[in-house]
Nanobody, 127 residues
Framework: QAPLVESGGGSVQAGGSLRLSCAPATTGYTYSSYCMGWFRQAPGKEREGVATVYTGTGSTNYADSVKGRFAISRDNAKNTLYLQMNTLKPEDTAMYYC??????????????????WGQGTQVTVSS
């Protein structure tokens, strides 16, 4: 039930890479058997789900637009969620948010299924 904190955003040229990190704000809290995911929102556009993972099994769910370029992962020892973003494109420019929610059936990429959010980290990709 703890909020989340993201880091790792920044500015990069097209074709470059960034790695976003997310961890619970409450020290010692573990999102065990939760859905966790990355969402993004560009100015004037709706929030979209980028990638999610079920922490109980590691099962992932990616948006078609990022398949083959982005990878969601967890470092259990550090209790940290990552989004590795490679071959970045200008259309990836957005505020990226980390989120967590209860697992019921599978981990969706629908924002309303997630209860806890980070403050967001800006990713800007220039051409």
């Amino acid at each position: 039930q703890a909020p989340l904190v993201e880091s790792g955003g920044g500015s990069v040229q097209a074709g470059g890479s960034l790695r976003l990190s997310c961890a619970p704000a409450t020290t010692g809290y573990t999102y065990s058997s939760y859905c966790m995911g990355w969402f993004r929102q560009a100015p004037g556009k709706e929030r979209e789900g980028v990638a999610t993972v079920y922490t109980g099994t590691g099962s992932t769910n990616y948006a078609d637009s990022v398949k083959g370029r982005f990878a969601i992962s967890r470092d259990n020892a550090k209790n940290t969620l990552y989004l590795q973003m490679n071959t970045l494109k200008p259309e990836d420019t957005a505020m990226y948010y980390c989120a967590a929610g209860p697992f019921e059936d599978y981990c969706s990429r629908v924002s309303d299924d997630y209860n806890y959010w980070g403050q967001g980290t800006q990713v800007t990709v220039s051409s």
